[in-house]
Structure formats: C-alpha cells, structure tokens
C-alpha cells in the first residue's frame, strides 16, 4: 500500500512540475507589419526597466547586446529590403546592436540559434548599419520594438527602452514588384479584365500615372466591358477637369452595374454622379 501511494505522488509530482507554467520576467513579443508587399515581422523579448539605468550599466557601451533577453531577437521580411539605404535579402536573421550614448550599430547575423553573444560570431554577418541617438523625455518601461511611420515603400524601424530610442530606416521595393505581379498575372492569362483593372487602379491611385492607368482600362475594356473600369475612367476623367465625358462614362457604368446585379456598386456610381453634377 505504501508503495502504492509514494508511486501516485510521484506521478503526481511529475505531472505537476511538466504542466506547470509560469510567467516570464521579459516576455515574448511580436510584431508584422506589411510595408506595401512586404512582410516585416520580429520576434523579441522584452526585458523592464525596474528602476534600474540601462544604457551605459545594465546594458554597457560599445558591447555587443542581444537586443533584449532570452534568445537573440529575430527579424524575417518576405523580400529583399533596405536598411539605412543598405540591402537585406529576405529570409530571416538575429538581429544584434551595440548601443553608443551617440550610435547605435544594428547586425544582422545568420545563426538563428543564438541565446546571447556567447556564441556570437561576426563573421556570420550579414548586414552592419549604423544610426544616431535620440534621448527622449518619456520613459519607456518595457523594451519595445516598433515599424513606424508606413508608407508603401518605406517605414521606421525602431528601438526603445528608458528614455533612449533610435530609428532605423526601411525601404522597400514595391512598385517593382507590382510591377512584376502585373506582368505574371498578365502572362498567366486568367480574369484579364480584372487584372487590368487592378493595374490600372495601382498606376493611378498608388502611382498618380493616368496615362499608364487609361492604357490598362482600355486594354482591360477589350476583353470584357465592366462597370469597375469605365467607373475608374470616369474618375479619372473627372480629375482630369472633363466633367462631361467623366458623366458620360459613369453613366455607362451603372448600367453595367445593374446589367451585372450589382445593386451596391450602381448606387454608388449614381451617388457620384449625383455628386459631379451639382
């Protein structure tokens, strides 16, 4: 019986201790941002400040830091970037710093199994970068780390912790490859029209190129007429100050609309006329 007993409480110890779970002094962080067609995403952890002074104690000067606890922070991005203007080939990378009270140096090294900078190994670098401190008025309790500052082709990339932050710059390569989705999709052949509708949306809404975003719509109206693209020639030719021809072609648009059950759009075609006739 006793033995029994000492057999239950082990297994119950053990079950214990293998399910336990307990909260971590610098807790697992992430972040994705999409920055036009790419994927930024960094996983980190996030260690507090405590009261303590990090930057020049907890964290010395002009030493390799893991960029917060635990194992080395890691960044992976879906395509090629740039970093301060220098490039970084998609994949992923653990992502090093040595802060300076005036600049920061951010690495980014090939060996995804670091937990600290025991194992560090400079020559697995692949990228070296450098930028200025900023010293802030506001105190940042927990180590965070942010994109910023979103536009389709670049973003901040930044740092912060104490009253210390530094940006980093981020730049992206979109408008090649939209260019190069339209050219693929367009190879492939399927649903051209649609695909020269969203060509020629991306050329006139994102770009501001009205002759490039015309050309597709009337390519796109060869291969099937929709009330998607005369709208957008519509509004294109009302920006252009040709209100009359502008009407002429939303007109032709609603009806387009309600021949294809599209009550939602024809409305909304009419509503913008409405609105270009007062």
Do not use: C
């Not at 960044?75 to 203007?85: A, F, L, Y």
């Not at 400079?122 to 942010?146: D, G, R």
């Not at 294109?236 to 040709?242: E, K, M, S, T, W």
Request: charged share 25%.
């Amino acid at each position: 019986m006793k033995k029994l007993l000492f057999v239950l409480a082990a297994g119950l110890f053990g079950f214990t201790a293998n399910a336990q779970d307990l909260p971590k002094p610098s807790p697992l962080a992430k972040i994705e941002q999409t920055v036009g067609l790419t994927t930024i995403a960094m996983e980190y952890s996030r260690p507090s400040k405590k009261g303590r002074t990090i930057f020049g104690e907890l964290v010395p000067f002009d030493e390799v830091w893991r960029l917060g606890a635990n194992a080395s922070t890691k960044i992976t991005t879906s395509s090629d970037i740039k970093i301060q203007g220098k490039e970084l080939k998609a994949g992923t990378y653990s992502v090093l710093a040595t802060p300076n009270k005036d600049i920061w140096t951010l690495v980014f090294n090939t060996d995804l199994e670091l937990r600290g900078t025991g194992n560090y190994d400079a020559k697995k670098n692949v990228l070296e970068v450098k930028t200025k401190v900023v010293i802030t008025e506001e105190t940042v309790e927990s180590f965070t780390i942010s994109i910023n500052i979103v536009t389709h082709q670049s973003a901040l990339l930044s740092f912060a912790w104490d009253n210390t932050k530094v940006d980093f710059a981020i730049g992206v390569e979109t408008n090649k490859i939209a260019e190069e989705n339209i050219q693929a999709a367009l190879k492939k052949g399927e649903d051209l029209d649609q695909v020269y509708y969203r060509a020629a949306s991306f050329y006139y809404n994102t770009l501001g190129d009205d002759k490039k975003a015309l050309t597709n719509i009337t390519k796109g109206l060869n291969v099937k007429q929709g009330h998607a693209l005369q709208f957008l020639r519509a509004q294109i030719l009302f920006d252009q100050g040709h209100k009359e021809e502008a009407i002429k072609y939303a007109k032709k648009a609603v009806k387009l609309a309600e021949e294809a059950g599209s009550k939602g759009w024809a409305d909304y075609i009419q509503g913008t006329i409405d609105s270009w006739e007062k």
